[in-house]
């Protein structure tokens, strides 16, 4: 050989015990959140038909699923109601009964340990399946955010650990501050959507929600997936409104945006794995054209190298297990 320089980086990659010890990013147990679908109704355990293997499931059903889940060693879930009845106010976000307030009662009262993220939205719940109020097409901003804050306050009277909005009016977050403040929950914590596309990899949840817009598209208040600065703007004001984590949505095509928000802010970073980023890979693995164990692995590894310290996914129960193997 030729008397050449260079490095011998493969020296560190010469046994599992030696990569394991040099290894920079774990995936562990307790970075996973995993989305639960609740709906109205009796002995409801229905597969919803573009996300294998999740469920839309009633609360007579939910507790043997959360046992399920609390048995993998998951520490949280963030619930999503699908209600039987849909209005123009979605009123059945804030209601005392609604679905995703009697679902947190429930799983409470059982599992008192297990950390229960309410998402607060509208868009399941209005029937034009937009986020916000509606006047003349548009959807309007101010008038929305006494909805959100009051929808906060319902689902921590319940007994919700945490609020999740994800509607992306401008000043959410102050407002369910106040709200929550207002009503004595100084101590729940809001996970911020701070930096949400208007993304096509949400189009599974959409099935599963059934929440797609009826009309125009969720482009006037969700982000452009062009821009970067604008994201960086969007978790500047969260942050500035009293956010307590950033999620950054979707995850897989934006890691360049987590790790900016990572490293301008010195609060939790959320990735969430849409359910696009979810169903691609359950149809490739389907197919056998994918190693479904190694392939998610590897995507969420790459979102916690990112700047990921929790993550919302749907993989969650398969990797609680595979970790535990
Ligand atoms: C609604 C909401 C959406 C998701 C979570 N909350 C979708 C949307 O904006 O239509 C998407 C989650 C997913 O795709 O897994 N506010």
């Given at each position: 050989?030729?008397?050449?320089?260079?490095?011998?980086?493969?020296?560190?990659?010469?046994?599992?015990?030696l990569?394991?010890?040099?290894?920079?990013?774990?995936?562990?147990?307790?970075?996973?959140?995993?989305?639960?679908?609740?709906?109205?109704?009796?002995?409801?355990?229905?597969?919803v038909?573009?996300?294998?293997?999740?469920?839309?499931?009633?609360?007579?059903?939910?507790?043997a699923?959360?046992?399920?889940?609390?048995?993998?060693?998951?520490k949280?879930?963030i619930?999503?109601?699908?209600?039987?009845?849909?209005?123009?106010?979605?009123?059945?976000?804030?209601?005392?009964?609604?679905?995703?307030?009697?679902?947190?009662?429930?799983?409470?009262?059982?599992?008192?340990?297990?950390?229960?993220?309410?998402?607060?939205?509208?868009?399941?719940?209005?029937?034009?399946?937009?986020?916000?109020?509606?006047?003349?097409?548009?959807?309007?901003?101010?008038?929305?955010?006494d909805?959100?804050?009051?929808t906060?306050?319902?689902?921590?009277?319940?007994?919700?650990?945490?609020i999740?909005?994800?509607?992306?009016?401008?000043?959410?977050?102050?407002?369910?501050r106040?709200?929550?403040?207002?009503?004595?929950?100084?101590?729940?914590?809001?996970?911020?959507?701070?930096?949400?596309?208007?993304s096509?990899?949400?189009?599974?949840?959409?099935?599963?929600?059934?929440?797609?817009?009826?009309?125009?598209?969720?482009?006037?208040?969700?982000?452009?997936?062009?821009?970067?600065?604008?994201?960086?703007?969007?978790?500047?004001?969260?942050?500035?409104?009293?956010?307590?984590?950033?999620?950054?949505?979707?995850?897989?095509?934006?890691?360049d945006?987590?790790?900016?928000?990572?490293d301008?802010?010195?609060?939790?970073?959320?990735?969430?794995?849409?359910?696009?980023?979810?169903?691609?890979?359950?149809?490739?693995?389907?197919?056998?054209?994918?190693?479904?164990?190694?392939?998610?692995?590897?995507?969420?590894?790459s979102m916690?190298?990112?700047?990921?310290?929790?993550?919302?996914?749907?993989?969650?129960?398969?990797v609680?297990?595979?970790?535990?193997?």
């Amino acid at each position: 050989m030729r008397d050449i320089q260079f490095d011998r980086h493969r020296r560190l990659r010469n046994s599992d015990s030696l990569r394991a010890m040099v290894r920079e990013t774990w995936l562990r147990k307790e970075d996973l959140i995993y989305p639960l679908f609740v709906v109205e109704g009796e002995n409801i355990r229905n597969e919803v038909s573009s996300m294998p293997g999740v469920f839309h499931i009633s609360l007579d059903a939910v507790l043997a699923e959360i046992n399920d889940i609390v048995n993998r060693g998951i520490k949280s879930v963030i619930l999503f109601g699908v209600p039987a009845n849909k209005d123009p106010l979605g009123k059945q976000a804030y209601h005392e009964h609604g679905i995703v307030q009697e679902a947190t009662r429930l799983i409470k009262a059982e599992f008192p340990e297990l950390v229960i993220i309410a998402d607060t939205c509208l868009c399941q719940y209005t029937d034009h399946g937009h986020c916000g109020v509606i006047e003349d097409g548009k959807v309007l901003n101010d008038p929305t955010l006494d909805l959100l804050a009051q929808t906060a306050v319902s689902q921590a009277k319940a007994g919700a650990d945490i609020i999740a909005p994800s509607n992306m009016m401008d000043g959410f977050v102050a407002a369910i501050r106040a709200g929550l403040d207002e009503a004595g929950f100084h101590d729940i914590p809001i996970m911020s959507y701070a930096v949400k596309y208007s993304s096509s990899f949400y189009g599974p949840f959409r099935d599963a929600a059934h929440s797609s817009p009826q009309f125009g598209d969720r482009k006037t208040y969700q982000m452009d997936p062009s821009n970067r600065m604008e994201a960086l703007r969007e978790a500047q004001s969260d942050v500035e409104e009293g956010a307590d984590f950033l999620i950054v949505k979707p995850a897989l095509s934006y890691l360049d945006i987590m790790r900016d928000v990572k490293d301008r802010f010195p609060l939790p970073v959320v990735a969430y794995n849409v359910s696009g980023e979810y169903s691609m890979i359950k149809a490739a693995a389907q197919n056998g054209w994918v190693n479904e164990k190694e392939i998610v692995m590897e995507k969420l590894t790459s979102m916690k190298r990112a700047g990921a310290d929790l993550i919302i996914t749907y993989h969650a129960k398969d990797v609680a297990e595979w970790l535990s193997n």
